[in-house]
């Protein structure tokens, strides 16, 4: 599901993290400097998302779908967007993907 950047991104900041835990005595710093190192993953994921959501529409009248309902993030649960101008729920495959 991740792609190149993403991956990059959080191997890079997963190793300044280790890093700044392994050799910065105050975890505190070494706590900010791993949030600062995993930043940018963060930022690769929220640009990732908008843009995949975006691409669901309704196949009955080609609006675009709502985010997915929510449910429990549990493995196999249904992701169902609810078109509000046709009534439909869409299913759109399961958590475990
Ligand atoms: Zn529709």
């Not at 985010?67 to 958590?95: K, Q």
């Amino acid at each position: 599901m991740l792609d190149v950047p993403a991956f990059a991104c959080a191997l890079a900041g997963g190793i300044v993290s280790v890093a700044a835990f392994a050799l910065l005595g105050d975890r505190l710093v070494a706590v900010g400097v791993s949030s600062l190192a995993l930043l940018p993953f963060g930022i690769v994921l929220w640009r990732a998302g908008p843009r995949e959501r975006d691409t669901k529409v309704c196949p009955e009248c080609r609006c675009p779908l709502p985010p997915a309902l929510e449910n429990s993030i549990e493995e196999g649960e249904p992701i169902l967007h609810h078109c509000r101008p046709c009534g439909i729920l869409w299913f759109a495959g399961s958590t475990s993907s």
